[in-house]
């Protein structure tokens, strides 16, 4: 199983910026897609940006168009979300994953969830 550590969260001021970081282990990580999701108590895990594996496709989701980027880097397994304009609704534990396209975007037959990292936008 590919295993993920998320890095780079913290507490941000409205209208802020935050990087995330999120190294995986293993080999596969240059062949599949990768994910950046959000989690809120109670509620499951939430698609915020995908990018295919060789960084010609993205998707975004509505709140994220505009104000986040995704990149990878295949050489060194990671890859790194950008935030910015960042709004108290991004409260969040933010997670990584890896998996087929259709597998990214619906958020099912992904790896296990790694520690994620946390992000909160207050004043």
């Known amino acids: 199983q590919v295993q993920f550590v998320e890095s780079g969260g913290g507490l941000v001021q409205p209208g802020g910026s935050l990087t995330l970081s999120c190294t995986a282990s293993?080999?596969?990580?240059?062949?599949?897609?990768v994910g950046w999701y959000r989690q809120v108590p109670g509620k499951q895990h939430e698609l915020v940006a995908a990018?295919?594996?060789?960084?010609?496709?993205?998707h975004y989701s509505d709140p994220a168009k505009g104000r986040f980027t995704i990149s990878r880097d295949n050489a060194k397994n990671t890859a790194h979300l950008q935030m910015n304009n960042l709004k108290p609704e991004d409260t969040a534990v933010y997670y990584c994953?890896?998996?087929?396209?259709?597998?990214?975007?619906?958020?099912?037959?992904?790896?296990?969830w790694g520690q994620g990292t946390q992000v909160t936008v207050s004043s």
């Open positions: 994953n890896i998996g087929l396209w259709e597998e990214v975007l619906g958020g099912s037959g992904l790896h296990p």
């Open positions: 293993g080999s596969l990580f240059r062949f599949k897609a």
């Open positions: 990018l295919s594996n060789y960084g010609r496709t993205e």
